[in-house]
């Protein structure tokens, strides 16, 4: 299986903060991965797919990056809804596997 | 809207079985695979399998493989994810979502508990 690894595991941040997490995969998955964001109770949301694509009504303010192993999602300037739980998934070989989540919390 | 709605929250004891269901809507229910998901308590995201509806062509998580059944019933466009025998550690939250790229739809989840 492809592990995929975020760090970190919980960020601290304020509102309007510049952030990244970064998600790294044990092998090679080219541009296959997405990023979800999950809210306590709540049902995940995808954000981003093939690495950089925004999904239709997702703000702008949220971007990713990379390719092979190594990718990042930022948020340019964080809104008190973006304080949530993110996921990495890879989805170029079975299992898809997901990232072990980013607690993004307000300081 | 496209939406996938999934069967309600279940208590089971150890040993029973249990089938969950997701049913779509507002799309070609063939045109896509679907995807089940876990998440235990407090715990993040598993992938546990997929399966292509048209032909049921399933793919299975390792960890997942023999734990549990996928399958669909293409009539009445509906997903389903089977326990033939439930063990405490099922105790989850699972998610269906269809396959586009990456997961782009979910359904809300059905809580699965199981205590004795």
């Known amino acids: 299986d492809i592990q995929m690894t975020q760090s970190p595991s919980t960020l601290s941040a304020s509102v309007g903060d510049r952030v990244t997490i970064t998600c790294r995969a044990s092998?090679?998955?080219?541009?296959?991965l997405a990023w979800y964001q999950q809210k306590p109770g709540k049902v995940p949301k995808m954000l981003i797919y093939?690495?950089?694509i925004l999904e239709s009504g997702v703000p702008s303010r949220f971007s990713g990056s990379g390719s092979g192993t190594e990718f990042t999602l930022t948020i340019s300037s964080l809104q008190p809804d973006d304080f949530a739980t993110y996921y990495c998934?890879?989805?170029?070989?079975?299992?898809?596997?997901f990232g072990q989540g980013t607690k993004l919390e307000i300081k | 809207e496209v939406q996938l709605v999934q069967s309600g929250a279940e208590v089971k004891k150890p040993g029973e079985s249990l089938k969950i269901s997701c049913k779509v809507s507002?799309?070609?229910?063939?045109?896509?695979?679907i995807a089940w998901v876990r998440q235990m308590p407090g715990k993040g995201l598993e992938w546990m399998g997929v399966?292509?509806?048209?032909?049921?062509?399933?793919t299975y998580s390792p960890s997942f493989q023999g734990q549990v059944t996928i399958s669909v019933d293409k009539s009445i466009n509906t997903a389903y994810l089977q326990w033939s025998s439930l063990k405490a550690s099922d105790t989850a939250m699972y998610y269906c979502?269809?396959?586009?790229?990456?997961?782009?739809?979910w359904g809300q989840g059905t809580m699965v508990t199981v205590s004795s």
């Open positions: 399966i292509y509806p048209p032909d049921s062509d399933t």
């Open positions: 092998q090679s998955i080219s541009s296959r």
């Open positions: 093939r690495a950089s």
């Open positions: 507002a799309y070609s229910f063939t045109r896509y695979w």
């Open positions: 998934q890879q989805y170029d070989s079975y299992p898809d596997t």
């Open positions: 979502a269809r396959l586009n790229n990456a997961l782009d739809i």
